[in-house]
């Protein structure tokens, strides 16, 4: 597995991709710090970047990792190595290169902000750690998608059309449901839908360091309980890692059934 | 051994391997052959594992192959299309293949063979067909694993080659391995060929050596008595 | 001539001790606060030694002083009230008075006021009182430098720190008030100045007006109260650098506006509450130069609003600026700084040259639907937002700031 993931991450570590990626997020930063010149502001729009970029870069970056390393993959396939080893491998390899392109791309420039000695420093960790998290979220269900699909074009399709549902349309239902059915409690419900969609986990894991005043003002004593509380937080991170588990055991599954 | 009981498997809705039984014995060259389509490739990857069958059973040295990787251990396959990762070179796929099996190996001698040496720091995306499959070879050959299995493996190469190809499963042979190949030149096959598998339709329809092909159908080249083979099965 | 004698002798007395001074102690002749109040006459000065002494309404109806040294400790123990002033002119200080009994239709009281004049109490320490200091019915008193606290669970079994009633002309100047129901309550009183007063954790409010006008309350800190300052049906209060700070929860606001008019609200602090400001009915308010910091909502306006002016006011970093009910009715958003404007100044002349719309479409819908709130900063939400910016449709489209600022107003 060490050896696969070595491969995988010096693969994509020597591709132009992960620089560029690394280096968007490194301008990404400074661009924001320099605009703002707050710290505050800057990790508010942060925030709106990570929870929509990381999976969306996550999801392209599955998909066209997965097709291009097809030789690769077909190479160790007749080498003396499990199958799954070989996915979670390149999965990891993958999602960690990311992530890491994602911390350090904007480490650096919140660091030279002094990101330290600030009062948001919790924030800022918080922000990546969820960043990362979405990274390796949907690294695997692009995985997904493009193990089920053998042809290059739809793969990428389904795969940009999960993103945006998770992203945009599932919101848009959501929103539309809470107002169609305001008569009745949608406390228990609008938790439910939270929690089942990472996306929307991350954003209100993150909203709770930002904007805790309105939403634990506003709403129901349902969210304050949930969210507030250690438990709250345990069971969204453990929501978030059955997030990547249940991929990765379809992965391993799917990969275990198919012919190459 | 390789014993291959009941093996059967369909791509989408196309059967390709139809039941098919077939023990191959330690030790000598087995050519599988067939028209394009009649399942050598599916064959040669089901014993591998990288096709999954859908039935049957394929056993070597009488362990059961079914969802293991430990099976691959033992066998050098050469790949019909030389594939591999474009972003590499020469020299870190072969020090990448070595470091995954992690077994001895006789590459410096190999690359010398076939004078790769010039390319070893090339990527593989910027290298010929040809050079490519020498490269394709030598992680194949360098490596002394009891079981071997060619596919295609005379794709592109130079004559000098070809005739280092040859050599090099002559050596393997003498040394008591398991050789498989495919090929579509018969000329190659009937030189270095014990016994011949024909393969049509997902069914084995001959097995046997040259010489009992030939005198089936009475021909006094390989090419033709196979070609008399089909016309008997199409007729 | 008569007057400006008594004059000089007031003024010489304390010195020359003239009318007296009685000392209680545990081990002296006067060992009770009670008997020495019996022996007290107009102008006797009380000094009381360290030591616990317990008292049960005490009515003081002589103009007396008692002042405690370090250590006297006036304990009610729990059985009612504690003090009760009747006179003019009692001076009260230094004494640590604790352990007011609690009832459910009495409002005992460490100290009670009924109908004085020129009352001062300072310096005092009060802990666990049912009501702290009850004034009724009284004019040009002073309420100084007091500690009022105690650990209250519900609303209905706790009291105020300072309670006014129906009194003109009182100054309630740097106490320091906590764990009360309201720490400063007033209800028909007039002309007061409350100044440097610290309210924090108290149950229901910092401060309460009720009823009450031309009263102003100058630099005082609202924290971590059920809500920071309630304003209602009351005329001409200023409100000037207060701190309104950390009042969050479920229906908590930094100050509550309702049924007031003529106020002034210039130069406060609201950070961190759930809702900076709730106006409902509230008319010809001037808010200027006020800062709105990391609030859930800065402002909330409800209905009934007329001629409220915003100007110049810092709204950073708030989840939501403004949100409204209701017609623009004459209320006026002129050279603020928004932390979320996006516009540009090509002529540098330090103001946005587009406006800026101040309510967002999503914050019309969270009044509508509450629970909506939890897609706050989604994609979706920001997508329909911005098309709400671009063709406004359910907000008030000319609810403008016509002169955004670029730069934080100083």
């Known amino acids: 597995m060490i050896k696969i993931l070595k491969y995988s991450f010096y693969d994509l570590m020597r591709s132009r991709w992960s620089y560029a990626y690394f ?21 508010i729009t942060l925030m709106n970047i990570i929870v929509i970029l990381t999976p969306l870069i996550g999801t392209v970056f599955g998909v066209m990792y997965y097709y291009n390393s097809k030789e690769f993959t077909e190479l160790l396939l007749a080498q003396p190595v499990k199958r799954s080893t070989i996915f ?44 990362a998290f979405l990274t390796f979220i949907f690294v695997a269900l692009a995985y997904n998608i493009a193990l089920s699909n053998e042809n290059k074009i739809k793969g990428f399709g389904y795969a940009i059309l ?43 894991l993150i909203l709770l360091k930002l904007d805790i005043s309105a939403l634990m003002g506003y709403t129901g004593a349902v969210f304050k309980d949930f969210f507030g509380t250690i438990f709250g937080l345990i069971a969204s991170f453990s929501m978030l890692m059955l997030w990547i588990i249940f991929p990765l055991l379809r992965i391993v599954r799917k990969a275990s059934r198919k012919d190459f | 051994m390789i014993q ?27 050519a599988i052959l067939g028209p394009n389509g009649s399942g050598k490739t599916t064959l040669i990857k089901s014993i591998l594992g990288m096709v999954v069958p859908d039935k049957g059973e394929i056993l070597i040295d009488g362990k059961s192959t079914k969802g293991q990787w430990e099976h691959r251990q033992k066998i050098n396959y050469l790949p019909q299309i030389a594939n591999f990762p474009s972003n590499l070179s020469v020299i870190e796929v072969i020090e990448m293949i070595k470091n995954i099996r992690n077994s001895k190996t006789r590459d410096g001698d190999l690359v010398e063979l076939f004078k790769l040496q010039p390319f070893l720091n090339k990527k ?50 003498e040394k008591g391995k398991t050789i498989l190949i495919t090929s579509h030149i018969m000329q190659f096959v009937e030189e270095i060929s014990d016994e011949i598998v024909f393969l049509l339709d997902g069914k084995i329809y001959f097995k046997g050596s040259v010489k009992l092909l030939k005198e089936t159908y009475n021909e006094q080249d390989l090419e033709h008595a196979i070609a008399a083979l089909l016309n008997v099965q199409y007729d | ?35 020495a109040v019996e022996k007290a006459e107009d102008g006797t000065h009380i000094l009381i030694k360290k030591g616990v002494y317990l008292v049960n309404d005490l009515v003081i109806d002589k103009k007396i002083q008692i002042e405690g040294e370090p250590g006297a400790i006036i304990d009610g123990n729990e059985a009612g009230g504690i003090i009760i002033i009747t006179s003019d002119s009692v ?49 040009r008193g002073i309420i100084r430098n007091n500690t009022i606290h105690s650990v209250s669970e519900s609303e209905h079994n706790s009291g105020n720190g300072i309670h006014l009633w129906h009194s003109k002309m009182i100054e309630i100047v740097g106490n320091n008030v906590s764990g009360q129901r309201d720490g400063i309550y007033l209800e028909f009183v007039d002309k007061s100045r409350i100044e440097n007063n610290i309210c924090s954790d108290n149950l229901r ?33 200023k409100m000037i650098r207060n701190t309104f700070i950390k009042n969050w929860g479920s229906s908590s606001y930094g100050l509550l506006l309702k049924e007031i008019n003529d106020a002034e609200i210039k130069e406060n602090l609201f950070e961190e509450n759930t809702i900076g400001i709730h106006a409902e009915g509230t008319n010809r308010i001037n808010y200027f130069n006020n800062n709105f910091v990391r609030n859930g909502w800065a402002v909330k306006v409800r209905g009934a609003c007329f001629k409220n002016i915003f100007k110049q006011n810092n709204f950073l970093f708030n989840t939501f600026d403004i949100s409204y009910q209701g017609n623009l009715n004459e209320n006026q958003f002129d050279q603020n700084y928004w932390s979320s404007y996006t516009g540009y100044d090509l002529d540098k002349n330090g103001v946005g040259d587009i406006p800026y719309r101040p309510v967002k479409l999503f914050s019309y819908i969270v009044n509508r639907t509450p629970e909506t709130i939890i897609l706050l900063r989604s994609l979706f939400v920001d997508m329909i937002n911005f098309s709400e910016k671009v063709s406004p449709i359910f907000t008030p489209d000319n609810l403008l700031d016509n002169n955004p600022m670029m730069r934080e107003v100083r």
């Open chain 1, 88 to 131: 979670l491998g390149q999965f990891i390899g993958l999602s960690v290169s990311l992530s890491l392109s994602l911390v350090l791309g904007l480490g650096i420039p919140f660091l030279f902000y002094g990101i330290m000695n600030s009062a948001i420093i919790l924030n800022f960790i918080t922000l990546i750690f969820v960043g």
């Open chain 3, 205 to 237: 409010y910092g401060l309460h007006f009720m009823f009450s006008h031309e009263d102003e309350y100058i630099n005082n800190t609202f924290m971590d109260n059920g809500a920071g300052v309630a304003v209602m049906f009351s005329k001409k209060i």
């Open chain 3, 91 to 139: 001076h009260i200080r230094g004494l640590r008075i604790q352990n007011v009994g609690k009832s459910y239709i009495k409002d005992w009281a460490a100290i009670k006021l009924h109908k004085t004049k020129g009352f001062i109490i300072e310096n005092n320490h009060f802990e666990n009182v049912f009501f702290g200091i009850v004034v009724e019915k009284s004019k």
């Open chain 2, 4 to 30: 291959i009981k009941d093996l059967h498997k369909t791509f989408g809705k196309v059967p390709v391997l139809k039941e098919l039984n077939l023990t191959i014995k330690d030790s000598g060259i087995f």
């Open chain 3, 1 to 35: 001539m008569y007057r400006l004698i008594l004059y000089i002798i007031g003024f010489l007395c304390p010195i020359l001790s003239c009318f007296g001074q009685l000392t209680v102690c545990p081990e002296c002749p006067i060992n009770t606060v009670q008997s």
């Open chain 1, 162 to 204: 999960m993103w945006l549902f998770m992203a945009v349309i599932y919101d848009g239902l959501f929103l539309i449901s809470l107002l169609v059915f305001d008569d009745y409690p949608l406390d228990q419900f609008s938790l439910f839908a939270t929690v089942f969609n990472p996306v929307d986990l991350s954003r209100i």
């Open chain 1, 23 to 43: 280096v968007f997020y490194l301008l990404l930063g400074f661009v924001l710090l320099f605009l703002n010149n707050n710290l505050d502001k800057a990790i």
């Open chain 2, 124 to 173: 593989l995306a910027n290298l010929s067909g040809g050079t490519r499959q020498k490269v394709n070879i030598i992680l194949t050959f360098m490596f002394d694993d009891p079981i071997l299995i060619l596919d295609e493996p005379t794709t592109g190469l130079d004559p000098l080659s070809l005739i280092h190809l040859k050599s090099l499963i002559k050596e393997a042979k």
